[in-house]
């Protein structure tokens, strides 16, 4: 099978992509952890495709706006944004994350009774 994927580029949020430019807004399709250049770190792949490894600061709006268990963060609309971050003393540059207001939580199915009757 042929693929293009060499071709693409990379899938990830860069803070270039951000500079001088609005908020990206884009739906968490699943988070996962992994491990890369800079330790263990929760990457974040949003419906479009694109990724994102998110910084302690990211993780922290995150949790504060939706919930610990980042499980949950799947199906929600978020921002990610140019910002600033305080590292080592210093502020940083950094791409950012958080929810988008009036965001509401994807619907959960309701679950059926295996013993509920059909009606005819």
């Given at each position: ?16 992509h951000l500079r001088g430019k ?52 799947t199906g929600h609309d978020v ?33 059926a009774d295996p013993d509920d009757?059909?009606?005819?």
């Amino acid at each position: 099978m042929a693929n293009a994927r060499k071709y693409a580029g990379s899938p990830y949020v860069k803070l270039d992509h951000l500079r001088g430019k609005p908020p990206l807004r884009e739906r968490i399709a699943f988070v996962a952890e992994e491990t890369g250049n800079f330790g263990e770190r929760l990457v974040v792949t949003f419906e479009s495709g694109k990724r994102l490894s998110l910084n302690a600061t990211s993780v922290g709006n995150l949790m504060s706006d939706i919930d610990a268990d980042y499980d949950n963060w799947t199906g929600h609309d978020v921002e990610i944004y140019a910002g600033e971050v305080g590292f080592q003393g210093t502020k940083k540059d950094a791409v950012l994350v958080r929810m988008i207001d009036g965001d509401t939580p994807p619907s959960t199915p309701p679950t059926a009774d295996p013993d509920d009757k059909i009606p005819f």
